[in-house]
């Protein structure tokens, strides 16, 4: 019931209800009885108890692990050092047992999708269900009726008096040159989402107006310096999905400052300590080898 609703309603955020640890717990207990049950009757099969002996380890070590594990974020900002764990709320939780300083953040980007905003150029009336059309040289497409076709695209792009033209800063955003119109009329204009060296263009078509949406982040990553009382400096990575673990303690990139994009000289990592976490690793590999030998029995005693 409490996969269905975070399917359904995820907002609700089901398996933080009490009922949901209720509910773990009774899986807990009903594998212990069948357990005892399985010994008292004398019935064994390293199979069956390497399985429900994994998924004991790893249900409790999970169960206590939510409630002993500190979980927060380290803001980082450009050359300054800190070891500091705050909640989502701002205060400090724990600290670090080493420091961490900001080098670089770095940021890889797909390219920008075309987007309609009102005639005014304030608010986005891109709707659900309309096309996605990512802008990249050549780029052809309608979207709601209006016809457009990318004749020249720059990766980093600056204003020059009225002239847009290649950047050679890198921290500068994408621009587009659209020929774009409805039936056989056409104009021609740039569109940009605005940054550094450009505001932000946009062009006219009938009730709404083209323009360039900030394009999406493809991957993030921040390279630090690791601080650690009597040892040398050292230098880690951490990006998305490629955390790094330190004397107890987990860190993952989390976020950054999406208003400077590439520029952005804040980095925002999770930090988990729980003690428990190995041993739901543990768990999973003994119901995993439970499998696999239960699989092979019952194929040797097929054959």
């Not at 409490?2 to 207990?29: D, K, N, R, Y």
């Not at 069956?48 to 594990?69: D, E, R, T, Y």
């Not at 009225?162 to 774009?180: E, G, I, S």
């Not at 990575?237 to 330190?246: F, T």
């Amino acid at each position: 019931m409490h996969a269905v609703v975070s399917q359904v309603a995820p907002q609700w955020e089901p398996f933080g209800w009490t009922s949901f640890g209720v509910s773990v717990a009774a899986v807990l207990l009903n594998l212990v009885a069948a357990t005892a049950l399985r010994i008292w009757d004398r019935r064994f099969s390293a199979s069956w108890f390497l399985v429900h002996a994994g998924l004991m380890v790893a249900i409790f070590a999970s169960m206590m692990g939510s409630m002993v594990a500190v979980r927060g974020k380290v803001f980082l900002n450009a050359g300054q050092a800190t070891a500091q764990v705050v909640s989502a709320k701002g205060d400090r939780i724990a600290y670090l047992p080493f420091g961490l300083m900001l080098q670089e953040f770095q940021l890889e980007e797909s390219a920008p999708p075309l987007t309609l905003v009102d005639s005014a150029a304030k608010e986005i009336v891109f709707r659900k269900g309309d096309p996605v059309h990512e802008l990249r040289m050549g780029a052809k497409g309608v979207l709601r009726g209006i016809e457009f076709e990318v004749v020249e695209y720059l990766a980093h792009a600056e204003l020059d008096h009225d002239t847009v033209r290649a950047a050679n800063d890198t921290f500068c955003p994408p621009a587009a040159l659209l020929k774009y119109g409805t039936g056989g009329a056409r104009r021609e204009g740039w569109i940009t989402c605005g940054g550094i060296g450009i505001p932000t263009l946009t062009q006219p078509a009938g009730p709404v107006r083209l323009a360039m949406a900030m394009p999406p982040a493809k991957n993030f990553r921040s390279v630090v310096t690791i601080l650690e009382m009597g040892q040398k400096p050292s230098e880690a990575v951490i990006e998305v999905n490629r955390g790094l673990s330190r004397d107890g303690w987990t860190l993952q990139q989390l976020d950054y400052d999406k208003a400077a994009g590439r520029a952005s000289r804040i980095s925002v990592l999770e930090a988990v300590r729980d003690r428990f976490a190995m041993w739901v690793k543990v768990g999973i590999c003994l119901t995993l080898a439970g499998i696999l030998a239960f699989a092979v029995s019952e194929w040797r005693r097929t054959a």
